[in-house]
């Protein structure tokens, strides 16, 4: 009787710590982190360093991915589209990487996307484990939305939806 007992115990504590596991996995990968734009070390590809009052009185749609990843790749002829659309509207977008920089170098080479490019150190400190990611600042650098996963970001839908979270809507 106490070997049973002590088996659904184990048993219960091997489901506990699987459920907490699973939660712990979703919060790492599913949950958006909160980022603060202003405190980001974010540098040109050039090593310029890059300080956020540059953007001020924009809004900042902001897509942290990696070149190995296949949706990344697959969603940045949607961000050239989205950039050159937003624009006029106060809004820039930019990809933002913490791999080295000579391979963002050779990817904006081969790909000619007339994005901005920025490389930060780490963007698993940022709290980013799965790409891409992206956020929506607002002028004032408060978050109006933001996303894990790819985006149709060109798509008329998506345009006015960002018009209208980056305008406090």
């Known amino acids: 009787a106490e ?67 296949p949706p990344c790749r697959e969603e940045m002829p949607d961000l050239e589209a989205a950039n050159k659309a937003l624009a006029p509207h106060g809004i820039e977008v930019i990809v933002v990487s913490d791999e080295p920089i000579e391979k963002l170098n050779r990817f904006r080479s081969k790909f000619n996307y007339s994005l901005r490019y920025l490389h930060t150190e780490s963007l698993a400190e940022l709290g980013i484990h799965t790409y891409p990611t992206t956020f929506l600042f607002r002028a004032d650098g408060s978050t109006a939305w933001n996303k894990i996963g790819p985006e149709e970001w060109a798509s008329p839908e998506m345009l006015e939806k960002l018009k209208s979270l980056a305008a406090g809507a």
């Not at 007992?5 to 710590?17: F, G, P, Q, R, Y």
């Not at 734009?37 to 749609?61: H, R, Y």
Request: net charge negative.
């Open 3 to 69: 070997q049973v007992i002590m088996s659904k115990i184990i048993a219960a504590v091997v489901v506990l710590a699987g459920i907490g596991y699973g939660i712990h996995l979703h919060i790492k990968y599913r949950v958006p982190p909160k980022i603060n734009p202003i405190g980001m070390e974010l540098t040109e590809l050039d090593g310029t360093f890059v300080d956020w009052s540059e953007f001020e009185g924009k809004a900042v749609l902001v897509n942290y991915w990696q070149t190995w990843c």
